[in-house]
């Protein structure tokens, strides 16, 4: 099974991975951040297009390789913890995903502004920082996504927040 942890920059789909990974040791977190870094950055400067991975095609059909090969020859869950921003982003990954048998499930953390913030700062980052910038779109266009198991992250510890994705994909 693969488990695509989505929500806007900040939101805790990182923690809530390891938590996840801590409780089910056969588990796997797959970085498709450091898919597009490695997309974006060995691109011709010609062909930057943003900040945003989404913006690259190659990035898609990078990550839905990469994961349809764990998922060929991995026993285990594979956690996802990346930000989408536009609606149509997860089925262009797990479509094909999915064509090849995998079970692919898309959960989206929601949050406010207040508490988005106030964690990217937290972490270290400074007021106006990329991420912080991107706040309103991803609250904005994440609101839009169709057939996603939306789960508050306010309010909540990391461990209840596992404890819910677990009890909503045994569902």
């Known amino acids: ?3 695509w942890i989505n929500g806007p920059y900040g939101a805790g789909k990182s923690a809530l991975a390891e938590k996840l990974h ?3 040791p056969h ?3 797959f970085d498709a951040e450091e898919v597009g870094n490695a997309v ?3 691109l011709p ?3 930057f297009n943003g900040y945003i991975f989404e913006n690259y095609p ?12 764990i998922s060929g020859r991995y026993g285990g869950t594979v956690y996802v913890p990346m930000t989408l921003v536009y609606p149509d982003s997860f089925e262009k990954i797990a479509g094909p995903l999915r064509e090849g048998g995998a079970d692919v499930r898309h959960i989206l953390l929601e949050s ?8 990217i ?14 706040i309103g779109l991803c609250l904005e266009r994440q609101s839009r996504f169709e057939n996603v198991i939306r789960i508050p992250s306010f309010g909540q510890s990391v461990s209840e927040l596992a404890a819910q994705v677990r009890a909503a994909i045994q569902k």
Do not use: P, Q
């Open 121 to 134: 700062l937290a972490r270290g980052e400074e007021e106006g920082c990329w991420c912080m910038e991107h």
């Open 45 to 47: 400067k010609e062909l």
């Open 27 to 29: 588990s796997h977190i």
């Open 40 to 42: 974006r950055d060995n």
């Open 58 to 69: 190659l990035w898609f059909e990078t990550c839905a390789a990469l994961l349809r090969d």
């Open 112 to 119: 406010s502004y207040e508490i988005v913030h106030d964690r």
């Open 22 to 24: 801590e409780l089910d």
């Open 1 to 3: 099974m693969i488990i």
